[in-house]
């Protein structure tokens, strides 16, 4: 397997612990029994951190499909090279990165890694022009 697809596949596990997460945090703020059942009523309201992971998640769901899709077609087409190399680990060192930040409620870095995971995704696709 590539580096690229080795890439995405942590990046694919990466989004699974982003669905984690929030679901943890709201455990925590609901409890088990809450969670167990059918939640027909709203339950408490949601905490800071679970909303900002939530958000991150949201975040990342937005992006992950235009970068698995331009890995795939760049293997496909046998585009793979420094670029995509450079591009794929910007995309997910920054994803991992953007999470506690996110979390932790930091301004301008989150935004700084949120940058840098679109620079790795336009990286990406510039390969497949070049």
């Excluded at 409890?31 to 992971?53: F, H, I, K, Q, S």
């Excluded at 992950?64 to 046998?78: C, D, E, K, S």
């Amino acid at each position: 397997m590539t580096f690229e697809l080795t890439v995405l596949g942590w990046t694919l596990v990466l989004a699974l612990v982003q669905v984690l997460l929030p679901a943890a945090w709201r455990n925590r703020e609901t409890g088990l029994a809450y969670n167990a059942g059918p939640r027909d009523e709203d339950g408490p309201p949601v905490g800071r951190v679970t909303a900002r992971l939530r958000r991150a998640q949201n975040n990342l769901f937005e992006t992950l499909p235009l970068f698995a899709a331009a890995v795939l077609i760049a293997h496909v087409a046998g585009r793979e090279g420094a670029l995509t190399a450079w591009g794929v680990s910007l995309y997910l060192g920054s994803r991992i990165v953007y999470v506690p930040l996110y979390a932790c409620g930091v301004p301008y870095l989150r935004s700084l890694a949120w940058v840098v995971s679109v620079g790795g995704l336009l990286l990406v696709l510039a390969a497949l022009v070049s």
